[in-house]
C-alpha cells in the first residue's frame, strides 16, 4: 500500500472555507489516494478546527492541527496583504518532526485538478525542495528579482512547495531565517517568496507551473508562451494545481476570471460536504 500524501496548508480562520474547497478537488481528483492535512496556525479558533476535524474526516483525510507561537515572529515583516503566517510554511520541516519523507505545502487559493502523485514522486536531484516559477527568464521582472535579491536562479512562486523533509529541516535554520527577514525587510517585496528564493533557491528543483503551479489568471500568456497548445481542455487534462493567485479571489462576489465556473463548482461541493459533516458530528454527539 502506497504512503499517505501528507500535505501542509497554513491559515488563518478567514481562509478556511478556501482551504475546504482545495480539499475537496484534491480527493475529487485523486482517487485511490490517502491524505493527511496539517495546518500550521496561530489563530484559528477550537470551533473551527473541531468543524475543519470533521471536514476532513467526512473526505477520509487524516487532519492535524498544529499551533504556532507567534512570538517567534516577533519583528518579522508583515502587513494585511502578507501575514505572519506567510512564514509557517518555511518552518514546517521543523514544527512536523514526525513527519519523515516528503510534504507537500499547499497554498488554500489553490485546486487541484489531477493526480498529485507525480509531483509527490519527481526525482529531486539531491535537492530539499521542488518549486514552479511564473516568470520565465526572458521577463524582466525576473532580472529585477534576481538583482534585489543577489541570487541568480529562478523566482519561485512559494504556493506550492515539494519538500523532502529530512533535507529541509537541514537547510532552514530557523534563527538565520528570522535573523535575514529582520535585516533585509526593506528590500522584501513578497515577503515568503523573497526569504525562500534568497536562502533556499539553491536548493530548490524547478518544475514546471503549467503543471504544477498555473497562475489561474494568465490563461492568455500560458496559450501564447506554449504555441497554442494550452488550451482549455489541455489544462483541464494536463495541469495538476490551479493557483488563483493576486488580490482578486474567486471566492469573492464580483470575480470573472477563466476559471470561475470550476471554482465555484468546487466551493458549492465543499460548502455542501461541510454541512453535511457537521450535521453528522452533531448527530454523534447527541
Not at 530539499?128 to 520565465?136: E, G, I, Y
Request: a negative charge; one cysteine or more.
Amino acid at each position: 500500500m502506497r504512503k499517505p500524501i501528507e500535505l501542509i496548508a497554513t491559515c488563518d480562520g478567514a481562509y478556511l472555507a478556501p482551504l475546504r474547497s482545495a480539499m475537496a478537488s484534491c480527493v475529487i481528483n485523486n482517487p485511490g489516494e490517502r491524505f493527511c492535512l496539517h495546518l500550521l496556525h496561530s489563530t484559528v479558533d477550537e470551533k473551527s478546527l473541531l468543524h475543519m476535524d470533521a471536514y476532513c474526516r467526512y473526505l477520509g483525510v487524516d487532519f492535524c492541527a498544529h499551533g504556532i507561537d507567534r512570538s517567534l515572529f516577533d519583528g518579522a515583516y508583515a502587513s494585511k496583504r502578507y501575514p505572519q503566517e506567510v512564514y509557517y510554511r518555511l518552518l514546517a520541516p521543523h514544527v512536523l518532526a514526525e513527519v519523515e519523507g516528503r510534504a507537500l505545502y499547499l497554498d488554500p487559493d489553490v485546486l487541484v485538478i489531477n493526480p498529485l502523485r507525480p509531483l509527490v514522486e519527481v526525482d529531486l536531484k539531491g535537492r530539499a525542495f521542488a518549486a514552479a516559477s511564473h516568470l520565465d527568464a526572458a521577463h524582466p521582472v525576473t532580472g529585477i528579482n534576481k538583482i534585489r535579491l543577489d541570487t541568480t536562479g529562478a523566482y519561485f512562486n512559494t504556493g506550492v512547495i515539494l519538500m523532502d523533509m529530512p533535507a529541509a529541516r537541514r537547510a532552514i535554520d530557523p534563527a538565520g531565517m528570522m535573523a535575514y527577514a529582520r535585516d533585509h525587510e526593506a528590500e522584501m517585496l513578497f515577503p515568503d517568496q523573497d526569504l525562500f528564493c534568497a536562502l533556499y533557491g539553491a536548493s530548490t528543483l524547478e518544475v514546471p507551473d503549467k503543471l504544477w503551479n498555473y497562475d489561474a489568471r494568465k490563461y492568455t500568456d500560458y496559450l501564447v508562451r506554449t504555441g497554442g497548445e494550452s488550451t482549455m481542455a489541455w489544462v483541464m487534462e494536463n495541469t495538476s494545481i490551479l493557483h488563483f493567485c493576486g488580490r482578486d479571489k474567486p471566492w469573492n462576489v464580483g470575480y470573472h476570471g477563466r476559471f470561475d465556473a470550476l471554482y465555484k463548482n468546487y466551493m458549492m461541493i465543499a460548502a455542501r460536504a461541510a454541512e453535511r459533516a457537521w450535521a453528522e458530528g452533531e448527530e454523534r454527539g447527541r
